[in-house]
């Protein structure tokens, strides 16, 4: 990020995109003329993207990541762009997550949204909304099982997942929707796909209580935050920004249980909710 853009403004899907290209260009020592010339273009059109004044085709997206040896980064980022299955504010972290090695997220109040099961995003997405229609609904619950997909087999991102207690016990759904949704959760933990820690009640204040946080780590590429709140989303570049977002991450999952603990919690929670059944 430049020293004169502002860490605290949302950055949008074709933002986040010029930065990418800015930073990549600079880190290979290119001029905005100098990468023109690899791919044929003029450096004005560089500056527009960058500054995300325009959008290049996707022919110019395969010539940028040819230049800027980004192995298909620029083509994928730039098809996602045109995704309207996501809200602008979380179409970057979509596309984000899917090039993560690592993800770690903290879920306040809700089960996060690559660990939700059918009924529970079902639940989900019926409360959000004042008039759902049921065809609606089911668009909104397949792109999110799409995006969980990541975690079928071993080839995606080593995640991690702190949930605060209220995860567990507010009964989306009900509670046979939710004992399935834990029981879910512990069978990624059981397979190694999630290693699961849970803040509990019982530790009080903690330094995420303000707000959910993804944080997310890459190959190539500088780690991201993602922060999100009522139709609004923001993914933070910044690398002081992150680094705080980090050490917050850090300073609650010191609070929360172990991992052998907080299987044995989601486990028990969802026996009661069976029993409930």
Request: proline letters at 5%; one cysteine or more; charged letters at 25%.
């Amino acid at each position: 990020m430049s020293r004169d853009q502002d860490p605290d403004q949302p950055v949008s899907p074709a933002e986040f995109f010029g930065r990418e290209i800015q930073r990549r260009r600079e880190l290979m020592g290119l001029t905005q003329a100098k990468l023109g010339e690899q791919i044929v273009m003029s450096p004005q059109m560089i500056a527009h993207f960058e500054a995300a004044r325009r959008k290049p085709r996707l022919d110019d997206a395969k010539r940028l990541d040819q230049a800027l040896c980004s192995d298909g980064f620029f083509f994928r980022m730039r098809r996602a762009l045109d995704d309207r299955r996501f809200a602008d504010h979380f179409a970057t972290a979509v596309e984000l997550e899917q090039l993560a090695t690592v993800i770690k997220c903290f879920a306040p109040s809700l089960v996060p949204g690559l660990l939700q099961t059918e009924d529970y995003a079902k639940a989900v997405f019926r409360a959000g909304a004042v008039n759902p229609t049921g065809r609606d609904v089911e668009k909104l619950v397949a792109n999110r099982l799409e995006r969980a997909k990541i975690l079928d087999g071993q080839g995606g991102p080593c995640m991690w997942a702190l949930l605060d207690e209220h995860v567990l016990r507010r009964p989306v759904g009900g509670p046979a929707t939710m004992a399935r949704q834990l029981r879910h959760i512990a069978g990624l933990i059981r397979r190694g796909r999630v290693r699961t820690h849970v803040v509990p009640f019982s530790a009080g204040a903690h330094a995420l209580l303000e707000s959910m946080l993804v944080l997310m780590c890459f190959a190539d590429a500088p780690p991201v935050a993602y922060v999100e709140g009522v139709q609004t989303g923001r993914v933070l570049d910044d690398p002081a920004v992150v680094d705080k977002c980090s050490s917050a991450y850090d300073l609650a999952l010191g609070d929360a249980l172990s991992a052998e603990d907080s299987l044995a919690l989601i486990e028990e929670v969802a026996d009661t909710y069976d029993r409930d059944c």
